[in-house]
């Protein structure tokens, strides 16, 4: 009887402990189901945080690419080849780096010559952007006078769909450094991208 009893709790405390190991792999696989749909979402600016404010939709990413909406370029030059840009000034900001203000139809834009700090190479970062007409489109896409529904679907997908009749402005902040994507909608157009960075010039 004793031989048996012992099998039997043996038995048991196996039984247990397979239940747990099971219910911790299976916990472990749904966090690990709900990272990675966090971070690979059917959009491209890995969201770590999404709010809605009023009638605005605040979105925050940790995508560095932010500092380069017209892509990844080492000079002005380079620049002026990818967009039919106008240069109109270039000076020197009080830390000595060189500003660039370009122009397009009614957008304005400035760009900085400094160095990534990521790979150490000197790139044309975005310092504020002023793009009011449809003349400039943005990286993944986006310009002015594409509808409401496309530009949440872009920046971020099926998760923010609930907001989409509340929202009259997006914003989009940088999780990593100072930038901020302002987007205007009016009758379910978008009119306007401000970017804004905290690099002061003057």
């Keep these: 009887m004793k031989k048996k009893r012992k099998k039997n709790l043996k038995s048991i405390k196996y039984l247990i402990f397979t239940s747990i190991l099971l219910s911790s792999m299976i916990c472990c696989e749904r966090v690990g189901v709900k990272k990675s749909i966090h971070s690979n979402h059917d959009n491209k600016f890995e969201i770590i945080h999404q709010e809605q404010r009023g009638d605005t939709l605040e979105i925050v990413s940790t995508n560095r ?45 400035r760009f900085i010559l400094t160095e990534d700090e990521f790979d150490d190479n000197s790139k044309m970062m975005i310092v504020d952007a002023k793009i009011i ?13 594409m509808s409401k529904d496309e530009l949440v679907n872009i920046l971020c997908g099926s998760i923010c769909k609930e907001q989409i009749d509340k929202i009259n402005s997006i914003t989009l902040i940088s999780g990593v450094s100072g930038i901020w994507y302002y987007y205007t909608l009016i009758d379910g157009k978008l009119v306007s991208v401000m970017i804004k960075t905290d690099y002061s010039i003057d």
């Design 133 to 145: 007409d449809h003349k400039l489109k943005i990286r993944d896409d986006i310009y002015v006078g």
């Design 65 to 109: 690419e932010l500092f380069f909406p017209f892509g990844q370029c080492t000079t002005p030059s380079e620049l002026l080849l990818r967009y039919p840009f106008v240069l109109t000034a270039q000076y020197k900001s009080r830390d000595d780096k060189n500003i660039f203000l370009y122009t397009l139809g009614h957008n304005r834009l």
